[in-house]
């Protein structure tokens, strides 16, 4: 398609040709050891923002672009957004949504993308297990319950070819922390 067929798409609110990467928030501090009343607030632990460190470097390595980063308002989330927008200067490119908090509705996640001003190639979500990988499975399979499974700081890709909250993509790859770590 042309950059002008995708343009005239856009406008109309259609998304299609994008590639929607996929990345659970790094290692968190446990349930069993936060002390506040909402599991909102935990954070990342040291070793999860040093972890996140290794994978965007990996993310440099494998050359990879995003457009818009949507992440989770949950803190774990958006410190793991952050480090990515911080790393890759896109700064100017994050919008935490609730859509990406856990039990988040796919149906008003891809309006969102959809309702996005820019046509976006590549999209970084950025949320928590197991909604990711249920929206992994209902991308690739029209279903939830597939069985495909994110790591803590796991990246998978999606090629869609009209976004929508049904089948609509294709599983390029899904990558383990410890596979983006030998790339780095």
Same mark, same amino acid.
């Not at 067929?5 to 996929?22: I, K, P, Q, T």
């Given at each position: 398609m042309t950059f002008h067929?995708? =343009?005239?798409?856009?406008?109309?609110?259609?998304?299609?040709?994008?590639?929607?990467?996929?990345l659970r928030h790094g290692l968190a501090v446990e349930r069993e050891e936060f002390h506040f009343a909402s599991d909102h607030l935990r954070p990342l632990t040291l070793k999860g923002k040093r972890q996140l460190s290794k994978i965007t470097a990996a993310m440099r390595v494998m050359e990879l672009?995003?457009?818009?980063? =949507?992440?989770?308002p949950f803190v774990r989330a958006q410190q793991t957004a952050e480090i990515m927008a911080a790393d890759l200067k896109l700064r100017e490119q994050l919008i935490f949504v609730d859509e990406l908090k856990p039990g988040g509705d796919a149906k008003k996640l891809v309006s969102r993308i959809r309702g996005l001003k820019k046509f976006p190639e590549n999209i970084l979500l950025v949320g928590h297990e197991p909604d990711l990988s249920e929206l992994i499975s209902l991308f690739v399979t029209g279903k939830t319950g597939a069985g495909f499974a994110l790591k803590k700081a796991g990246l998978a890709k999606l090629e869609i070819e009209k976004l929508r909250a049904g089948k609509c993509a294709t599983l390029a790859w899904l990558l383990t922390p410890v596979q983006m770590k030998l790339m780095a």
């Open positions: 067929g995708h =343009l005239r798409m856009a406008r109309r609110g259609v998304c299609s040709g994008m590639n929607l990467f996929l672009r995003f457009e818009v980063i =949507l992440s989770s």
